[in-house]
């Protein structure tokens, strides 16, 4: 049973601490994208990735998040100095570009608290 | 700009009642739709889509292009439907990118 994999769970630090997020996509799958959901913004896309080039990154702070895929098996999302603000659960979801119902797997995602 | 609207932060219903989730969207060109579930302690999961037209442990949603709207609709609420809902708009139809646009969800609450 492929399954979208996300380490850590759980991850508290504090601020100004630099935090990074691991995602190993579903083997075979060609999309990777990272959310942030929040109570009051719901699911948020952050960054979107296709055959490991970045396609889409504007929902991301740039100055301080990053995204990566330094390769097919693995996505990274850094944040660097995290802040409270950041304080939510970052979900990471592999799909594969060409399949008809355009599906995305969700991994369970990190939880994040900045204190 | 590409915009998926669901009024109801929290939906309460009592169980055996119709629930109705609600769902709008704003997209110029020909969307395609979707519902996706995350029930407790679980990952979010795709529940279903516009372009299958099938109704999954007894829930439809119709697309309707003349208000914009892609309701989420069941007859009769169980209680193992608690769980959060997401409505979900995919704008770039057979384009070069399956990004989706989420709303910021519905809790669904279905009480014994």
């Known amino acids: 049973d492929a399954r979208v994999t996300q380490t850590p769970r759980h991850k508290v630090t504090e601020m100004g601490q630099e935090v990074t997020m691991r995602c190993q996509p579903i083997?075979?799958?060609?999309?990777v994208f990272w959310y942030r959901q929040t109570m009051m913004q719901g699911l948020e896309l952050l960054a979107y990735f296709r055959n490991r080039a970045p396609l889409d990154d504007s929902g991301m702070p740039k100055d301080r998040f990053s995204a990566e895929m330094p390769d097919a098996t693995l996505a990274t999302l850094k944040i660097q100095p995290s802040e409270p603000r950041d304080s939510a659960v970052y979900f990471c979801?592999?799909?594969?570009?060409?399949?008809?119902?355009?599906?995305?797997?969700f991994g369970p995602g990190t939880r994040l608290t900045v204190l | 700009a590409q915009r998926v609207t669901q009024p109801e932060k929290l939906l309460s219903v009592f169980k055996g009642a119709p629930v109705e989730l609600k769902c709008n969207y704003s997209?110029?060109?020909?969307?395609?739709l979707f519902w996706y579930v995350q029930y407790s302690r679980q990952r979010l999961q795709l529940l279903l889509r516009?372009?299958s037209r099938e109704s999954i442990k007894g829930f439809t949603a119709d697309l309707n292009k003349g208000e914009t709207s892609f309701h989420l609709k069941k007859p009769f609420a169980q209680e193992e439907d608690s769980a959060m809902y997401y409505c979900a708009l995919r704008g770039d139809y057979g384009g070069a990118t399956n990004k989706l646009i989420f709303g910021t969800g519905t809790l669904l609450a279905v009480q014994p």
């Open positions: 997209y110029s060109g020909s969307p395609e």
């Open positions: 516009h372009i």
């Open positions: 083997l075979g799958h060609n999309t």
């Open positions: 979801a592999s799909g594969f570009r060409r399949e008809v119902n355009n599906e995305q797997f």
